[in-house]
């Protein structure tokens, strides 16, 4: 099971963090991400964190200002976000697969669990 919070209202230039809590069958060292979708948009990866990968991955848009984290004590993955723009405002996701492919942002495609999403509004 995955459940996300942190998500909020915040002005630009700000900063939120989002956490995302891992329980059941689905463990920290799946392949792990965060994905957003806004209306009327398709949902896009924004970072990915997995065992095996010496860094994570991150779109473009994101890049230096998102910071993905797994807390190993806390069972939770975590999305640091500053910086934040009004485009960034979207409903976000995390989710888990068992394999991702290396080297790359995985595809929303490729996994199958998913949380149930926290809003994050940019003005």
């Known amino acids: 099971q995955l459940v996300e919070s942190g998500g909020g209202s915040v002005q630009a230039g700000g900063s939120l963090r989002l956490s995302c809590v891992v329980s059941?069958?689905?463990?920290?060292?799946?392949?792990m991400g965060w994905f957003r979708q806004a209306p009327g948009k398709e949902r896009e990866a924004i970072a990915a964190?997995?065992?095996?990968?010496?860094?994570?991955y991150y779109a473009d848009s994101v890049k230096g200002r998102f910071t993905i984290s797994r807390d190993n004590a806390k069972n939770t993955l975590d999305l640091q976000m500053n910086g934040l723009k009004p485009e960034d405002s979207a409903m976000y996701y995390c989710?888990?697969?068992?394999?991702?492919?290396?080297?790359?942002?995985?595809?929303?495609?490729?996994?199958?669990?998913w949380g149930q999403g926290t809003q994050v509004t940019v003005s």
């Open positions: 989710a888990a697969a068992r394999w991702c492919p290396q080297g790359r942002l995985p595809e929303a495609r490729l996994f199958p669990y």
């Open positions: 059941g069958y689905i463990s920290l060292n799946y392949c």
């Open positions: 964190i997995y065992t095996g990968e010496s860094k994570p």
